[in-house]
């Protein structure tokens, strides 16, 4: 079966970073496009970075320069490192490989 299991998330005063991660089974990362998405309650899951099979990354604006999107294909893992971090990054993030997601990881900053 497929898991996909976010870790890394916590609290952070501004301008601080985290590096969540996301690790999985039951499938290869190598042949998926996958993403990460966050989402503040009353508000739709938007997305904040995807990374293609051969490298390729996609940033919303919000967090061009701050965040880093990457994988290691032989650990089955996905990355998001977060610099800069400000209070409206504030949110549950959620790892998406392919149809599949993770059950989120809380990352709140504090201003």
């Known amino acids: 079966q497929v898991q996909l299991v976010e870790s890394g998330g916590g609290l952070v005063q501004a301008g601080g970073s985290l590096r969540l991660s996301c690790a999985a089974s039951?499938?290869?990362?190598?042949?998926?496009?996958m993403g990460w998405y966050r989402q503040v309650p009353g508000k739709q899951r938007e997305l904040v970075a995807t990374?293609?099979?051969?490298?390729?990354?996609h940033y919303a604006d919000s967090v061009k320069g701050r965040f880093t999107i990457s994988r290691d294909n032989a650990k089955n893992t996905l990355y998001l490192q977060m610099n800069s971090l400000k209070a409206e990054d504030t949110g549950v993030y959620y790892c998406?490989?392919?149809?599949?997601w993770g059950q989120g990881t809380q990352v709140t900053v504090s201003s």
């Open positions: 990374n293609n099979p051969a490298g390729a990354s």
């Open positions: 998406n490989v392919f149809t599949w």
């Open positions: 039951g499938i290869l990362f190598r042949v998926h496009a």
